[in-house]
């Protein structure tokens, strides 16, 4: 019976008025005492900086590493193209290269930490 009444009387009540609140999170003023961000000098442009790899023969374990300059490390390295049997990983490229592989050509791309 009780719940009975309180559902009517909610069911007549008159819509109450829209109230303004103020933002739940005000933007922060700066303060007097805030020390300024640092700034940090623009990073050299970014690079790769090794020319050529060595051969790869046919069945025998191949390794070599990439090297960049400048950018804000760490870098992110991507091939395309690898010839079959080797990958990248980090910044070497790896693996044994399989007969019948007619690409002679990759593409090796880096980025640093702000891509």
Same mark, same amino acid.
């Given at each position: 019976?009780?719940? @009975? ?12 008025? @829209?109230?303004?609140?103020? &933002?739940?999170? &005000? !933007? *922060? #003023? *700066? =303060? #007097?005492?805030? %020390? &300024?961000? +640092?700034?940090?000098? *623009?990073? *050299? +442009?970014?690079?790769? $900086?090794?020319? =050529?790899?060595? @051969? ?8 070599? $590493? ?5 950018? %804000?490390?760490?870098? $992110?390295?991507? @091939?395309?193209?690898? +010839?079959?049997?080797? =990958?990248? =990983?980090?910044? #070497?490229? $790896?693996? !044994?290269?399989?007969? /019948? /592989?007619?690409?002679?050509?990759? /593409?090796?791309?880096?980025? /640093?930490?702000?891509?």
């Amino acid at each position: 019976m009780v719940l @009975a009444r309180l559902q009517h009387r909610r069911r007549h009540r008159r819509p109450s008025r @829209a109230r303004i609140h103020p &933002p739940l999170h &005000p !933007t *922060p #003023r *700066p =303060s #007097r005492h805030q %020390r &300024p961000t +640092p700034h940090h000098p *623009p990073a *050299p +442009p970014l690079a790769i $900086t090794t020319t =050529s790899l060595p @051969a790869a023969t046919v069945g025998q374990p191949y390794a070599a $590493t990439l090297t960049a300059t400048g950018g %804000r490390a760490p870098y $992110t390295w991507t @091939a395309a193209g690898l +010839p079959s049997g080797l =990958s990248l =990983s980090g910044d #070497r490229i $790896t693996g !044994t290269l399989v007969p /019948d /592989d007619t690409n002679n050509h990759s /593409d090796v791309f880096v980025w /640093d930490r702000h891509g």
